[in-house]
Structures are given as structure tokens and as C-alpha cells.
Nanobody, 126 residues
Framework: QVQLVESGGGLVQAGGSLRLSCAAS????????MGWFRQAPGTEREFVAG????????YYLDSVKGRFTVSRDNAKNTVYLQMNSLKPEDTAVYYC???????????????????WGQGTQVTVSS
């Protein structure tokens, strides 16, 4: 199993930016696709962004395209989510997750991910 720890959440005004980090330890991080999900109170967890194991393929929730960017640094065992032009509707707990199987392109389906971080709160005020 891989252990994941998110950081970088906080309170920001609408239009502001935050960068989330997810540090991994344990199994070989660089061989696994990674994903970011979020969950607001009273809602189901939703996919936000994903990146393939080599980093060559990225994909996003439609509502964050052009505002969020997912990236990874395999040398640092870290995946990032740069969030710009934040909106109040982006408020949620954000989770990073590692694919259950290696060498994948990633998935938008939470059930395909086998390891999860504890989450970091992002609050966007209007």
C-alpha cells in the first residue's frame, strides 16, 4: 500500500489560488496513476483531476478545466493540484488517491483507486 498525505488547503477569497500537494510513501509511487477527488458536505465524492503514471495524460472535471492543473514530480513522490480562479462552489475536502494497479492511464471512477489520503479542506469565500 502507498501512504498519501495531502497539504496546502485553506481559506481563500473567490478568484484566488491554492496549490495542493500530495506526498506519497510506500510502494513505488512513480508507477501509479494518481487522482484528485473532492467532497462537499451532503454530496458524493466527485472526480476532479487525474494524471497517468508517467504524467503524459491529464484529464479534468469539466467545471475545473482551464482553472485547475494536475502535475507530478516522481523524483519527489509528489502530485500537485494547482487551483486558480477559485469559486465558492469549489469548497470541499480534497483527497488524492493512487490507482489500484500500476502503469495505468488513470480513471475518473473512485472505485479504481486503492489508496487515499486523509483529505485537506479548501474553503472559498465569496
Amino acid at each position: 500500500q502507498v501512504q498519501l498525505v495531502e497539504s496546502g488547503g485553506g481559506l481563500v477569497q473567490a478568484g484566488g489560488s491554492l496549490r495542493l500537494s500530495c506526498a506519497a510513501s510506500g510502494r513505488t509511487f512513480s508507477t501509479y496513476a494518481m487522482g484528485w477527488f473532492r467532497q462537499a458536505p451532503g454530496t458524493e465524492r466527485e472526480f476532479v483531476a487525474g494524471i497517468s503514471w508517467r504524467g503524459g495524460r491529464t484529464y479534468y472535471l469539466d467545471s475545473v478545466k482551464g482553472r485547475f492543473t494536475v502535475s507530478r514530480d516522481n523524483a519527489k513522490n509528489t502530485v500537485y493540484l494547482q487551483m486558480n480562479s477559485l469559486k465558492p462552489e469549489d469548497t470541499a475536502v480534497y483527497y488524492c488517491a493512487a490507482d489500484s494497479n500500476p502503469y495505468g492511464l488513470g480513471s475518473r471512477v473512485s472505485g479504481d483507486y486503492g489508496s487515499w489520503g486523509q483529505g485537506t479542506q479548501v474553503t472559498v469565500s465569496s
